[in-house]
């Protein structure tokens, strides 16, 4: 269920990993309308998305939207929303479709209100076509993270939702997340990782499912394409 490929940096991996959404996305165009591609934040995809922008595509025809967001405002530093935007949605890709996980509009008061958060997440959710996923050195991937609370609904693979709230203990901000249910069935799933750290993480979570690290469940039952750089 694993697909393992290592590159000699992180240029490499990154253009590698660029090439390979890009055709899965062409290849979706030519069954469908629209596709829909869902992406990590934080620092690690930064290249990718850099890479991604270049490549020409018919944007036109796609959606992109966020595997997971920390509840804080859009024009907060460490939201994921405005990452995308200085990073992902320009050049070539600016023609793109944005589905937004939080509001614009809100404020740090109104995203107190976690379940209404929840809810806009949820009026704006396509299930994605192709999914890039990254992975923390908790072992924890998109907002599924270990001992949160939300767990054991994070990865039911028959919870009702594709979206919960999630709270981590490991990391600031309350967050919204795709579930293992969403993920699984997303037709094509990356995995992007770099450094030692995460190398021997990650060769703990493919030996089976481990509540110690998240990505453990994806790898598990989900065809997962991993692109590793030292």
């Not at 240029?11 to 030519?30: F, K, P, R, S, Y």
């Not at 997440?121 to 072992?139: R, S």
């Not at 054991?152 to 939702?161: G, L, R, S």
């Amino acid at each position: 269920m694993i697909s393992f490929k290592k590159f000699p940096s992180s240029a490499d991996n990154a253009q590698a990993l660029a090439q390979a959404v890009a055709e899965n996305l062409c290849d979706i165009l030519t069954q469908q309308e629209r596709a829909t591609l869902a992406v990590s934040g934080g620092k690690s995809p930064i290249a990718f998305f850099q890479a991604l922008n270049q490549i020409d595509l018919d944007w036109s025809r796609v959606n992109i939207t966020l595997v997971d967001e920390r509840v804080v405002p859009t024009q907060h530093a460490d939201s994921n929303t405005s990452l995308v935007r200085q990073y992902l949605i320009k050049n070539q890709l600016s023609q793109a479709k944005w589905l937004p996980l939080i509001s614009d509009d809100a404020d740090e008061d109104e995203l107190k209100n976690i379940s209404q958060a929840v809810e806009f997440a949820l009026q704006n959710y396509t299930q994605p076509d192709v999914l890039v996923l990254g992975m923390g050195g908790d072992g924890h991937t998109a907002s599924i993270f270990p001992k949160a609370p939300q767990f054991t609904d994070a990865i039911c693979v028959n919870y009702p939702q594709p979206l919960l709230h999630t709270t981590p203990v490991t990391a600031p901000y309350e967050r919204i997340s795709m579930t293992l249910t969403a993920i699984v069935h997303t037709p094509y799933v990356y995995l992007a990782i770099a450094g030692a750290d995460k190398l021997a993480i990650y060769q703990q979570a493919e030996q089976g499912e481990n509540p110690n690290f998240p990505i453990s469940y994806v790898l598990n039952k989900v065809h997962t394409n991993v692109f590793y750089n030292d």
